[in-house]
């Protein structure tokens, strides 16, 4: 290597030589056409000043490259900006005096040539820098000569430009840096394609470790890489295209939640000003009921405090006569008189105290009551409302659409030994349950009216299971943990606990809350269950390619809702059985 790197040099050196010569002779001929750019320093990419020759044959301003060398003095180790030759002791610097008189001419020409193209300043983002400039300016590459293997600027690239023997060299641009195309073993090119193992190589790794392999060379794979780069591009745009399509959809949809909130928010307040409204009014009629009735009460109490004070005179003015009468002598007229008097002019009793005592306790009680029971309904209701408001949630993705989006979200589940039916027996780490003459032992959880069973773990996130039967007919249902085990409600639907999806060979019939809803769609013994528990979404799959949606309800789910499976049977059924499929 160091042989044709010397031979390289000799070249390089004799060529550009020569090419000074050329010019220099030619210019009086040409007068003034001369590229300036030729005549730079690619240290300060000025025109040379005080032109010195370094022994690897390139040309830099004195001042230039003292400089350069200066700065690594203490290693000991000199080497060429443009070819990186080290020399050792540090060379002797003298004028080039031929070099000097060319571009003193061409800085006296009236018609200089324009100035060379600048190179970009390698930044910190930069991985590729040229391998010529000086550690003090170093510019950004932009070609890589995979002859040289070395990074070019462009000013250092212009010899591969103009100099003969140079525009052969093949030249590509500079991505990446050189390192990473060069085989870590052996320090070569990797030029060669292995398909064996799918890998770039060096000629040298054919010999060894990759003997025997399928070797193409690069061009060749260019065309099968170029195929695949066409059909990686159209994913990601057709990717680009599905993602501006839920992009457009998602601001739709954000629109219509704005709207729709909207609205909401009006209604609520219409609803709650009526309530306010409804609960003032009633406030207003009760105080006028007391109002009136402490009226009613104050009237009676006069009218009767009245008679009281009219009876207490007349019986005061009896008492009177009654007294005169006991100071009078004539007996006679004593004896005539008493009758009169002794006759009574009581009016009828009147004791507050004589009958029940009523006060308008009685009423705040009777409001308090009131009170109370909405605030348990509120309490009731409330989960429900917030519930309900949390359904839009932007950062919920969207419905699967394959049977492969789906099993993203597959969970294990197992069935509650507590809760199956007596005679359902369960099998296979708990996940199949089949009839059995054996009995199950009592338990507070399990089913006693219905052959069924519930699941032991409580979904409250996106989840997806499916179900495999051999029955007369099959529930796939969910329910809350506390819906009914012993009475004719426990039947999976037949409540507001839960919503069951029962099939048979006649088709298939949703119920919930006791409600009955016709199904249609082709028979399966698999279905899909597909849970999104926040947006309040549950599914039934006909498990297929593509899958086949058999119901879909929306309702608000307050709970952790618990897989079940219910079956149908007679005893004399061959081969009865429900199970979750494993797909975990």
């Known amino acids: ?86 020399f050792s002791p540090r060379p002797v610097l003298r004028r080039n ?36 400039c000086c550690e003090t300016s170093q510019n950004k590459a932009t070609m890589f000569c995979l002859t040289c293997l070395a990074s070019y600027c462009p000013v250092h690239l212009e010899p591969h430009h103009s100099v003969p023997v140079l525009k052969k060299h093949q030249l ?60 990686s591009q159209n994913k990601v745009q057709e990717r680009i295209r599905q993602r501006e399509e839920e992009l457009k959809e998602l601001s739709q949809a954000e629109e219509n939640v704005k709207s729709c909130a909207q609205t909401a928010l009006q ?114 209701t409330w989960p429900r409302i917030s519930a309900t408001v949390s359904y839009i949630d932007f950062s919920l993705p969207p419905v699967p659409k394959t049977r ?49 069973v519930l699941c032991r773990e409580g979904l409250t996130e996106r989840s997806y299971w499916e179900v495999e039967w051999h029955a007369r007919t099959l529930s796939a249902a969910v329910a809350y943990n506390n819906i009914h085990r012993t009475s004719d409600e426990s039947r999976f639907g037949n409540d507001d606990k839960s919503w069951c999806l029962e099939c048979t060979e006649n088709g298939y019939l949703f119920r919930h809350n006791n409600v009955v809803t016709r199904v249609s769609g082709p028979r399966s013994e698999r279905i899909g269950v597909y849970l999104d528990y926040k947006s309040g979404t549950l599914c039934f799959y006909h498990v297929s390619y593509p899958m086949i949606l058999l119901h879909k309800v929306q309702d608000t789910f307050t709970k952790p809702l618990y897989p079940g499976l219910g079956l149908e049977y007679e005893w004399y059924d061959i081969g009865v059985f429900a199970q979750l499929a494993k797909l975990w």
């Not at 990419?45 to 490259?65: N, R």
């Open 1 to 86: 290597m160091k042989f044709l790197l010397a031979i390289y040099c000799f070249i390089v050196l004799c060529c550009e030589q020569s090419w000074f010569i050329t010019m220099a002779e030619q210019q009086p001929e040409r007068g003034v056409d001369l590229d300036q750019s030729q005549f730079c320093c690619s240290v300060c990419l000025d025109l040379l000043k005080e032109p010195v020759t370094v022994p690897c044959g390139h040309s830099y301003c004195k001042s230039c490259i003292e400089c350069c060398w200066d700065e690594v003095k203490k290693k000991g180790k000199y080497s060429c900006p443009q070819c990186r030759e080290t």
């Open 97 to 132: 005096n031929m070099l000097a008189e060319v571009v003193e001419k061409l800085k006296k020409s009236s018609t200089q040539a324009s100035p060379p193209a600048a190179a970009a300043c390698a930044g910190p983002a930069d991985i590729v820098i040229c391998d010529f």
């Open 172 to 231: 590509v641009s500079a991505t990446i840096p050189l390192q990473e195309k060069m085989c870590t073993k052996h320090n070569k090119l990797m030029e060669v394609y292995c398909r064996t193992d799918k890998q770039l190589v060096c000629t040298l790794c054919v010999i060894d470790e990759h003997k025997g392999h399928t070797i193409i060379s690069v061009s060749v794979q260019k065309a099968e890489t170029e195929k695949r780069l066409a059909l």
């Open 267 to 380: 209604d609520c307040d219409k609803i709650f000003a009526e309530l306010i409204s409804s609960m003032q009014r009633r406030c207003r009629e009760v105080k006028k009921l007391i109002g009136d009735q402490e009226k009613t009460a104050a009237a009676q109490a006069e009218k009767q405090q009245l008679q009281l004070e009219e009876e207490i005179s007349k019986l005061r003015r009896r008492d009177a006569e009654l007294e005169q009468l006991s100071h009078a002598d004539d007996l006679i007229h004593m004896i005539q008189t008493l009758p009169s008097l002794s006759t009574s002019c009581d009016s009828p009793d009147f004791s507050p105290g004589a009958g029940p005592v009523r006060s308008f306790r009685d009423v705040t009680d009777c409001v308090s009551e009131l009170r109370d029971k909405l605030e348990r309904v509120i309490k009731d």
């Open 404 to 452: 492969d989006g789906f099993l993203d979200y597959c969970c294990p589940l197992t069935l509650d030994g507590n809760s199956n039916y007596p005679y359902l027996h369960l099998i296979e780490d708990n996940r199949r349950v089949r009839p059995s003459p054996t009995t199950y032992s009592a338990h507070p959880d399990r089913f006693t009216k219905f052959p069924q």
